[in-house]
């Protein structure tokens, strides 16, 4: 199975989440689009306890931290979906998309689109900050109208019950996890997480 990990925007822990997900699955791990440093995959590769998963090249590596099609122009580079090639992998695939599901690759393509390319279920991750109902009930009717398939949502941040309550309502998502803001991410942080997510998965 393929999944694609998208979010509400940027900074929303797609990341934590995407090593979370490789943990409980012991997938590979590919983030197409990389713009600035540290690298993502360097991060997930730090938080993985398992001996299955592997870390995927990226597609496109680019300098600067910003839209992937402002960090392209940037690096004298031109992101086309052709570009885009699946790895070569007989385990299961978590892909991290780029910011939220609207970040632009270039001027008719978003990262979303990627998740389409390959047939992937889309897991929303929802930071729930003040506006974030706003933010992943606008994401979950842009997937719905186009068609995506979805997975579920996840929830990050303290716990707001009423606004996880009318987002699940609005969306119909399942919530496939709920994490909590940690003081500090490790290892053993993510291995928690993901014998939760195993059981609600």
Known sequence: MIYFVTAIG???G????SAVLCEALEADYWKPVQAGLPRDADTVEHLLANSVSKIQPETFLLKTPASPH???????VTIEMEDFK???TKNNL???????????????DFVISLAKKFDAEVILVSQLYLGSINH????????????FKVKGIVFNGPSNPESEKIILKHTGYRCLLRIEQEPAISKAIVGQYAEELKRNW
């Open 10 to 12: 940027t900074d929303c």
């Open 14 to 17: 797609k990341t934590f989440f």
């Open 70 to 76: 402002a960090a392209a122009k940037l690096d004298g």
């Open 86 to 88: 699946i790895p070569e």
């Open 94 to 108: 978590v892909i991290e998309g780029a910011g939220g599901c609207l970040v632009p690759l270039n001027d008719h």
């Open 136 to 147: 992943t009930l606008l994401s979950a009717d842009y997937l719905t109208r186009n068609k």
